[in-house]
């Protein structure tokens, strides 16, 4: 029986999720993409797609059949042990002090574009809008599911509009170019790429608020990453048509620089505000992810129980206010440190590429059939991605070092305190 309320509908699933996996790299990781590996780059999504895939249909069999808010630490720890999924839950969580300053400054991105704004205005932009997250987040999850469903639905016509008043595809590009001594270009690229397809893990998070789980989860997953892996290709060759790419700048603000040229400096506000409610939507999953998270370990005692409160709409209310608290600090570090948004985005995707591959090893565990050889399958193609991060991934393997090393410890602390005789009185 579900511990939250089963609200969400499969398509208002398919919103959350596509909007997740679009929300902060639809408008600036094709651009990036295109910057490492030119043409190449159409290649190089749809292996991306091919390979997130095997994932997806995995997390689609676990979501199925064990949902839980616990979201991917639970299936890791269902299969592994308890210290495993107090692990893969602190590997996840560690996430919050690159990967959402870097989602952040993406959002704020989009109004640098307009305005000239100091450090401190942008800091305060994104402090605004975790508070937004923070009062959408009070509300029931469907709630959520409405308003990123609009938002999917923004995207998807604005990269129609830039392709029907583009006439694209332009005779000039290839959907898919020659790969004739491009092939060395891929595994950068992919580096990057990766960005756009995490979320999966923080969807489901979501599995207990399905009213029917068994049916709409797998569903909503599997169509959501399915339209966000066509958005984005279509991205892609609309960023490769115009030009739109090349260096930092250019790829910051290549949805701008192709509505310009289309539309006039009028849609510089049209560019703004879809790129920003993209980065929300996608923020917003992960805030709500990590919410349900920490109150998933609370309710179940191995947190505070003061965090396991929910309020009047069933919402964890109180976990919720603490990871955004928690954003808030990570983001002013950031910001004070001047860190980019590059290198906050690859030590991100070594965390990400981890609990993927943690996840897909507990789906061999757990799931059997075919799903079980599909998981197996889905693990090595994470220790391959893992690989082609390269130095990147050492953030993420020493995080994980430390962190098991820290809960060994706690292990040890706990065994000696229960054997030690009680003091007399």
Known sequence: MSRLNQELSLLQGIGLLSTSLLGTGIFVVPALAATVAGGASL??????ILLVLPVAFTFAQLGRHFPHAGGAPHLIGRAFGPRMERVSALLFLAVLPVGLPAALNI???????????GRG??????LATLAAMLLLGQRPAKASGLVQGAIALAIIGTVGLIWWLG???????????PL?????????????????????????????????????????????????????WACSVAVLSFHAYGDVHTDAASLPRMLDQLLGAKARWLSALIGYLACFASMNVYIQGF???????????????ALARRNRHGVPARALLLVVLCCALCASLAAGLSLSVDQLIRYANGNF????????????????????????FSALLCGLVLILLGTDAWYALGLLGVLALLDYGRTLRSRRLASEPPALS
């Not at 290649?43 to 991306?48: E, G, S």
């Open 180 to 232: 004739q001594g491009s092939w060395h270009l891929l595994p950068a690229a992919l580096g990057v790429m990766f960005w756009c397809f995490v979320g999966i893990e923080a969807f489901t998070h979501l599995g207990e608020e399905f009213k029917r789980p068994e049916r709409d989860f797998p569903l909503a997953l599997l169509l959501g990453v399915l339209l966000a892996g066509l958005v984005y």
């Open 291 to 305: 919410a349900r998270l920490i109150w998933s370990l609370a309710d179940e005692g191995k947190l505070p129980t």
């Open 121 to 126: 205005q942008a800091l305060a932009i994104q």
């Open 43 to 48: 290649w190089a999504w749809l292996w991306l």
């Open 167 to 177: 006439d694209l595809p332009h005779a000039n590009q290839p959907l898919l170019p």
């Open 353 to 376: 590429v981890l609990i993927y591959l943690f996840s897909m090893a507990a789906g061999w565990v757990l799931l059997k059939g075919l799903w079980r050889w599909l998981a197996g």
């Open 107 to 117: 959002a704020t991105g989009f109004w640098q574009a307009l305005f000239d704004l």
